[in-house]
């Protein structure tokens, strides 16, 4: 399996990004991203079934939408009205439907200015 994530950046608060992240090798039950500042624990952000079934975590819930073509094996995660406590980088993760592992990809910076 393979992970290749893109979108990070750095933004103003207020702003938006948009995070990709196409998985290749399997086929995928549940997509998602996780992040991770520094000095914190890794945390989900949201996550998304097959069936397009979501989950946020409390604090992008109204801000942050996640969605995926299955067709493509892309998860994508559009974030707006960013806030500088979103600084984290970014993980893309996803579970695999026949052997119900799952796989990490490589991280991608995201940075709020005040």
């Known amino acids: 399996v393979q992970l290749q994530a893109s979108g990070g950046g750095l933004v103003q608060a207020g702003g938006f990004l948009r995070l990709s992240c196409a998985a290749s090798g399997s086929i995928f039950s549940i997509m998602g991203w996780y992040r991770q500042a520094p000095g914190k624990e890794r945390e989900l952000v949201a996550n998304i079934n097959r069936g397009g079934a979501t989950n946020y975590a409390d604090s992008v819930k109204g801000r942050f939408t996640i969605s995926r073509d299955n067709a493509k094996n892309t998860v994508y995660l559009q974030m707006n009205s960013l806030k500088p406590e979103d600084t984290a980088v970014y993980y893309c993760?996803?579970?695999?439907?026949?052997?119900?592992?799952?796989?990490w990809g490589q991280g991608t910076q995201v940075t709020v200015s005040s």
């Open positions: 993760n996803v579970l695999t439907v026949f052997s119900a592992r799952d796989y």
